[in-house]
């Protein structure tokens, strides 16, 4: 019964871990679909908006979605368009990538 356990509790940590990484993909695929070509990650991506690798160390989480839901409040002649109408799934997993960088 113990060992029944042990083996259930194992694959619950696995299917954990596959679903958190699963939605940092989503979050990296969604970035490198509808960011990458204005914003770097690490030296790779476009040169139009700031350079994205530390982002996290520099925004709160709230603000980044301020950023991404209206970017001309904090900047009114941003070239950045706004992500308001991603569904929430994708902004979440966005937002999830993005915290990930610092
Ligand atoms: C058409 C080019 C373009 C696209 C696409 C774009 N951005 Fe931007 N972004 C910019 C520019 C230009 C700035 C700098 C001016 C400003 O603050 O609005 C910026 C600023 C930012 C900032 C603030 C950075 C800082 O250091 O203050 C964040 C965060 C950001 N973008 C995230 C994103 C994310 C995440 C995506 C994809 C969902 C994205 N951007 C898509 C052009 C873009």
Excluded: W
Excluded at 74 to 82: G, L, Y
Aim: charged share 25%; net charge positive.
């Amino acid at each position: 019964m113990k060992r029944m356990i042990v083996v259930i509790a194992a694959f619950a940590v696995v299917a954990l871990i596959t679903v958190a990484a699963q939605a940092e993909s989503k979050g990296g695929l969604l970035f490198g679909q509808k960011c990458a070509m204005c914003h770097a990650v690490n030296g790779k991506g476009g040169v139009v908006g700031p350079e994205l690798t530390k982002v996290s160390a520099k925004l709160k989480e709230k603000d980044i979605k301020a950023k991404l839901e209206n970017p001309k409040k904090s900047n009114p002649n941003s070239a950045m368009p706004s992500f308001k109408a991603l569904p929430k799934a994708d902004m979440d997993a966005l937002l999830g990538y993005l915290k990930t960088l610092k």
